[in-house]
C-alpha cells in the first residue's frame, strides 16, 4: 500500500521505517531537509513540499504526523489541495475535541479526517505502535493494511465516530501519569525509608519477574535504576504534553474524579516550580526510555 508523511521527528520517521520494513511504499515531506536525508536513506521516497507530495500520491492517503498546535495550519493547506477523496489522518496527540471540529471541517470538502491516537515512543519501530482509531468506518477500512503493520497483533482497534480515537489516547496517558508517579513513589520510598542501601534495580528486577506489578514502565525502570541507581545528571523537572490537562478538564465536566490522576499530574507541576525529588527524576528517566523526552527539562527554561 502506498501512504504519504508528513512530519518526520521521532515518531513519524519511525513509523515510516516500519512501514517500508513491512513492504509498503511510503512518500513523505519534511520541512527539515536533514530529517528527510535520514527517511530517504532508509527507504522513504521524500519530497520538498508538501505540493510535490500530494501530487506524487495516486491515492491521497496522507498521514499527519506533528505537533498538535501545527494540525490546523496543516489541515487548511491540505484542504485547499487535496482531491475530495483524501484521507487525512491525525496521528498524534491532539485534543479529541479538536479532532471533532476538524472532522467536521474536512467533510465539507468530503475529505475524512481520521483521530489515531499512537502509542509507543521510541520503542515503536521493534515492537509496534498500540492504536486507537476514530472517524469515518469506511475510510478506516482502507487504513487495515497500514495499521496491521504498524501495531503489534491486536494492537490497534476502532473506538467510534470523529474524536473517539484521541479521547480513548487522552485517557490512555492519563492513566500512564498515574502509574510512572506511583512507581517512582515507591522507588523513592525504599531509597528514603528505614532501610538504608536498598538495591533498587534488584528489587525492580525481582518485581519485574512474577509480581503484580511488572509491566514495561518497570521494566524500563529496572533498566534506569541498573545503569544509573542515583539518577545523576538529572534535574527531576518534569513537563506535561497536555493530554492529562484536558482529561481533567474532561472528567471535571462529566463528574468523574480522578484524584490518582491528578495528583500525578500536579507533581510534575510542582516539580516545574521546584519542588524536584528522587520521585521526579525517575519519572523524567522514564520518559526518556520510552519516549526519547529530554532528561533535563529545566535547562530549556
Not at 513509523?15 to 530517504?40: C, F, Q, S, W
Not at 491515492?59 to 506533528?66: N, R, T
Not at 467536521?104 to 468530503?110: D, G, K, V
Not at 511488572?214 to 518534569?238: M, R, Y
Request: glycine share 10%.
Amino acid at each position: 500500500m502506498t501512504i504519504g508523511f508528513i512530519g518526520l521527528g521521532k515518531m513519524g520517521a519511525n513509523m515510516t521505517k516500519r512501514l517500508v520494513e513491512a513492504g509498503h511504499k511510503v512518500l513523505a515531506y519534511d520541512p527539515n531537509p536533514d530529517a528527510r536525508i535520514t527517511a530517504a536513506n532508509g527507504g522513504v521516497e521524500t519530497y520538498e513540499s508538501r505540493s510535490a507530495l500530494l501530487v506524487a500520491l495516486e491515492q491521497q492517503i496522507v498521514w499527519l504526523m506533528i505537533p498538535p498546535e501545527y494540525v490546523d495550519d496543516e489541515l487548511d493547506a491540505l484542504l485547499d489541495e487535496v482531491n475530495d477523496d483524501a484521507i487525512v489522518i491525525d496521528g498524534g496527540n491532539s485534543d479529541y475535541r479538536l479532532s471533532i471540529k476538524r472532522a467536521a471541517r474536512a467533510a465539507e470538502r468530503n475529505v475524512a479526517f481520521i483521530d489515531i491516537g499512537t502509542s509507543g515512543g521510541i520503542l515503536g519501530p521493534e515492537r509496534g505502535y498500540a492504536m486507537m482509531v476514530g472517524g469515518d468506518k469506511n475510510s478506516v477500512k482502507k487504513l487495515n493494511p497500514i495499521l496491521n503493520d504498524l501495531a503489534p497483533t491486536d494492537g490497534w482497534d476502532y473506538f467510534g465516530p470523529s474524536g473517539s480515537g484521541h479521547f480513548v489516547k487522552m485517557a490512555h496517558n492519563a492513566i500512564e501519569y498515574g502509574l510512572m508517579q506511583s512507581y517512582a513513589e515507591g522507588y523513592q520510598l525504599l531509597k528514603d525509608g528505614p532501610f538504608k542501601d536498598i538495591d533498587l534495580a534488584a528489587a525492580a528486577s525481582v518485581w519485574q519477574n512474577g509480581s503484580i506489578i511488572q509491566s514495561l514502565l518497570n521494566q524500563l525502570a529496572t533498566k534506569t535504576l541498573t545503569k544509573n541507581p542515583k539518577l545523576d545528571g538529572i534535574d527531576g523537572i518534569v513537563a506535561e504534553s497536555g493530554e492529562t490537562r484536558w482529561a481533567l478538564e474532561v472528567a471535571d465536566k462529566h463528574d468523574v474524579t480522578l484524584p490518582a490522576i491528578k495528583a500525578a499530574f500536579q507533581a510534575r507541576l510542582d516539580s516545574q516550580d521546584g519542588q524536584i525529588n528522587f520521585a521526579t527524576k525517575l519519572v523524567a528517566a522514564l520518559r526518556n526510555q520510552f519516549g526519547g523526552h529530554d532528561l533535563n527539562e529545566g535547562s530549556k527554561q
